[in-house]
T-cell receptor
Framework: SQTIHQWPATLVQPVGSPLSLECTVEGTSNPNLYWYRQAAGRGLQLLFYSVGIGQISSEVPQNLSASRPQDRQFILSSKKLLLSDSGFYLC???????????????FGAGSRLTVL | QQQVKQSPQSLIVQKGGISIINCAYENTAFDYFPWYQQFPGKGPALLIAIRPDVSEKKEGRFTISFNKSAKQFSLHIMDSQPGDSATYFCAASIGNFGNEKLTFGTGTRLTIIP
């Protein structure tokens, strides 16, 4: 069965410090990978998605970047954190349900980032 | 811009009652409409989904009602239980056999009181 691991679960960082959140998927190959941010009362905002190694698409301009060094590894980074980067970050992967083409997203447990 | 509007933002329902969450969309090309359930401190998980070729889909106590002409769909939770207390997100996407991305609503925090 497929599993998704995301870490660290919680992180408290000072403004201006770097960030690295990591996500790995097991039990599948060539998944689509996503980073979402969830701010209070604002739903799920897609930050980055990747359809393959080294292929990253950014949905919104921001202080963050993403990389996919391996097929099942997705990393969210920042060189200098801002207060506004605080939030709940979710990694997800997807599969296509055969002929239906449905995009079933499976989320990780999330990483709670607090920037002070 | 592709948007999915969700209401209400929060909902309190008595145990045993019916919880109803509504979503409306703009892009008529959307053809896949899932609902996700999220418990505090956890990632969202797929609850139930529907395609626009049917007007209703039921799985246990959870039902999606879909109105294509009105571009609206809703989640009904029958016999609501305290364990249903969670945040619910509707979403929509255009099926493209692989790389389509979901557009999410802003979420509804549901609380079931005894």
């Amino acid at each position: 069965s497929q599993t998704i691991h995301q870490w660290p679960a919680t992180l408290v960082q000072p403004v201006g410090s770097p960030l690295s959140l990591e996500c790995t998927v097991e039990g599948t190959s060539n998944p689509n990978l996503y980073w979402y941010r969830q701010a209070a009362g604002r739903g799920l905002q897609l930050l980055f998605y990747s359809v393959g190694i080294g292929q990253i698409s950014s949905e919104v301009p921001q202080n963050l970047s993403a990389s996919r060094p391996q097929d099942r590894q997705f990393i969210l980074s920042s060189k200098k954190l801002l207060l506004s980067d605080s939030g709940f970050y979710l990694c997800a992967w997807s599969v296509t349900l055969g002929r239906s083409g449905a995009n079933v997203l499976t989320f990780g447990a999330g990483s709670r980032l607090t920037v002070l | 811009q592709q948007q999915v509007k969700q209401s209400p933002q929060s909902l309190i329902v008595q145990k045993g009652g019916i919880s109803i969450i509504n979503c409306a969309y703009e892009n008529t090309a959307f053809d896949y409409f899932p609902w996700y359930q999220q418990f505090p401190g956890k990632g969202p998980a797929l609850l139930i989904a529907i395609r626009p070729d049917v007007s209703e889909k039921k799985e246990g106590r959870f039902t999606i009602s879909f109105n294509k002409s009105a571009k609206q769909f809703s989640l009904h939770i029958m016999d609501s239980q305290p364990g249903d207390s969670a945040t619910y997100f509707c979403a929509a996407s255009i099926g493209n056999f692989g790389n389509e991305k979901l557009t999410f609503g802003t979420g509804t925090r549901l609380t079931i009181i005894p």
